[in-house]
């Protein structure tokens, strides 16, 4: 599945991991369902059963190179317990 939804973003020239990686920042995705920055990236994460996201953008040596991606089957999954 995560194979598939980074090769959509690749497709389609977006998605969080590739703008996270590009940023260096911190992308969450709480609610697949609501989100419309990545349309095309949301929609096949919820034929997939995926409620989630978040991209973490990873910096080596000076430069971002890659990003970290957590997907889960429930929405909101990666609020903090305060916040919940």
Do not use: F
Not at 22 to 46: I, T
Not at 48 to 59: F, T
């Amino acid at each position: 599945m995560a194979r598939d939804t980074d090769g959509r973003q690749y497709a389609h020239g977006g998605g969080p991991c590739l703008d996270a990686a590009a940023s260096g920042s911190v992308l969450p995705v709480p609610d697949l369902g609501v989100q419309d920055r990545w349309p095309e990236w949301a929609e096949q994460g919820r034929k997939a059963g995926l409620g989630s996201s978040v991209s973490i953008g990873q910096p080596i040596q000076e430069a971002v190179v890659r990003s970290a991606r957590r997907s889960v089957w429930r929405m909101n999954a990666h609020r903090p317990a305060s916040a919940a």
